[in-house]
């Protein structure tokens, strides 16, 4: 069994967009500008947004974080969108999720330019994606697109079963893996909470992504000899014997599934850390007009 290393790997990544970003300097070029909208104090994405600032600083780019209150209203939030979608100096940004019951996502989502939506949350980044266009992928699938690539592990002809159809993670996963590309070209099986034989699925599986948000929801009778686990879930769970009173654990049993699989990702460590530097890939892209011109 061979742990995937996100950590490492993100760490490298962000080196080579750290020299991409000294090269924009000595050329007098401009430097990427990221800014984050964060509402309200949910711990999770405290941390999150915490590292996004923090990963912009590391490789030099400029970052403005925006926070404000939970009481923001959805009309304030949306004008706040508007004015990022017309700043010339932002190049890209994000509103942090989840948000509060009263503001509707999706009305936020739509009004993200999607020449700005490094997230790739917006439906005409994820209709490009599915037809194969230039577009911003959305962080999580594409940093595990990066670690199979890395990896050199094969998705050719493969059967990757995924766990969990949202918006962000899973759906994407599966339309990337079966598209025509390097990292592709498998046999996917998108399951969900009305799948009838989960276990059966998952026996076929050469590659499982799972990304369900259950705490250890997958267990190592469900997994076939040899296997490469991709372990999205970032889930706290209670634990008096750490100082936070929580610690971290993925969708899969790591103790059950680990023996069994050729390649596997940690939490934490695995899928987290490439989310971050999906963005900032993203956000370089953005600075360079290479997807909208
Ligand atoms: N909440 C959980 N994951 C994400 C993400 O990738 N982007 C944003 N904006 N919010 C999130």
Not at 104 to 126: C, Q, R, S, W
Not at 139 to 168: C, F, W
Not at 176 to 199: E, F
């Amino acid at each position: 069994m061979e742990i995937i290393d996100g950590k490492k790997l993100s760490q490298s990544i962000k080196d080579e967009i750290k020299e991409s970003v000294a090269q924009l300097k000595a050329e007098g070029k401009n430097i990427p500008h990221l800014a984050a909208i964060l509402i309200g104090s949910d711990p999770a994405s405290e941390s999150y947004v915490r590292s996004k600032v923090r990963s912009c600083d590391y490789v030099g780019f400029e970052s403005t974080l925006i926070r404000k209150d939970d009481s923001i209203t959805e009309a304030e939030l949306l004008d706040i969108v508007r004015e990022l979608n017309e700043n010339d100096d932002v190049d890209g940004f994000i509103v942090q999720l989840p948000l509060p019951k009263h503001i509707d996502e999706v009305k936020v989502t739509l009004a993200i330019d999607p020449k700005k939506d490094v997230d790739g949350f917006h439906p005409v980044n994820f209709g490009r994606m599915a037809q194969g266009l230039p577009c911003y992928l959305p962080a999580t699938p594409y940093g595990i697109l990066q670690m199979l690539d890395r990896y050199n592990i094969e998705t050719s002809g493969k059967h990757v079963v995924v766990v969990g159809r949202s918006n962000i993670v899973g759906t994407p996963m599966s339309i990337l893996l079966s598209r025509k590309a390097k990292v592709g070209n498998a046999t996917v099986t998108l399951t969900h909470s009305r799948t009838k034989d989960l276990t059966a699925e998952l026996l076929r599986a050469d590659i499982v992504i799972a990304a369900i948000g259950i705490p250890e929801f997958i267990s190592g009778d469900q997994i076939k000899e040899g296997a490469v686990i991709i372990d999205v879930g970032i889930n706290r769970v209670e634990d008096e014997s750490r100082k936070a009173g929580y610690r971290l654990v993925g969708d899969v049993e790591w103790d059950s599934v680990s023996p069994k699989a050729s390649y596997i990702t940690p939490v934490p460590g695995g899928v987290g850390p490439m989310t971050v530097t999906s963005l900032l890939m993203n956000t370089l892209k953005a600075s360079a007009k290479e997807i909208y011109g």
